[in-house]
């Protein structure tokens, strides 16, 4: 079995969530931050970044957020559930996003709850976010939460969003483990607020009936 060398330089780990957020956040509040310049660099964990960006709306206080955040969250899914490696936006929306103040509130929010999970996520177990079986997972997920987040379900908006920015995390900093959890806490959503209402079963069923 072969040794590390360890004359040899480590690769040096790719900046975490924190530090991106915290980065985006500099600067003039009043610039518009595009879609195309939050992903730029980010290579395979671009389809988190979009995806965390995509569940903001989901937290604020009224109806349309979960009308934002739905579709996009749907969108994502399904270049997953395609087989795309890096995002595909239309171009009315590369050149859309948050102003700068946005994320930075957001970020001033999120960042204490960040820096406990620092320690606890991590990259490993990649095979749970690459490999085609768990992309499909992950993405047949994002579509049928997108589809719940979409529906006027009282007081669900901010459960939903919180579930998006697990996922999101977990693409971002590559931890598998967190996606499995993330899996986990997606499929009791999609069952509890999904089947038992009987409006996902109804819409599953109609998407059956049109491939089968």
Not at 97 to 117: C, E, N, T, V, Y
Not at 133 to 162: E, H, Q, R
Not at 167 to 189: I, K, N, P
Not at 194 to 202: I, K, M, P
């Amino acid at each position: 079995m072969m040794k590390a060398d360890p004359s040899r330089p480590r690769r040096p780990r790719e900046a975490g969530t924190r530090a991106i957020l915290d980065s985006f956040a500099e600067g003039n509040p009043d610039d518009i931050l595009t879609l195309r310049e939050l992903l730029a660099g980010l290579g395979r964990r671009a389809f988190g970044m979009l995806l965390f960006v995509s569940a903001l709306p989901a937290f604020i206080p009224i109806p349309i957020g979960g009308a934002i955040s739905g579709p996009l969250a749907m969108l994502i899914g399904a270049q997953l559930l395609i087989g795309l490696r890096k995002p595909w936006l239309p171009e009315f929306l590369a050149k859309r996003g948050p102003h700068r103040q946005a994320l930075r509130r957001f970020d001033k929010l999120i960042s204490p709850w960040l820096g406990r999970l620092e320690h606890l996520i991590k990259p490993r177990l990649t095979l749970l976010l690459d490999h085609r079986i768990a992309t499909l997972l992950t993405g047949l997920l994002l579509v049928l939460l997108g589809v719940l987040t979409s529906l006027p379900i009282p007081f669900t908006n901010f459960v939903f969003g919180g579930l998006l920015l697990l996922f999101a995390l977990a693409l971002l900093e590559r931890d598998g483990v967190l996606m499995a959890v993330a899996w986990v806490a997606g499929s009791a959503a999609v069952v509890t607020f999904g089947f038992l209402s009987g409006n996902l079963a109804a819409l599953l069923a109609q998407m059956l009936d049109r491939f089968f």
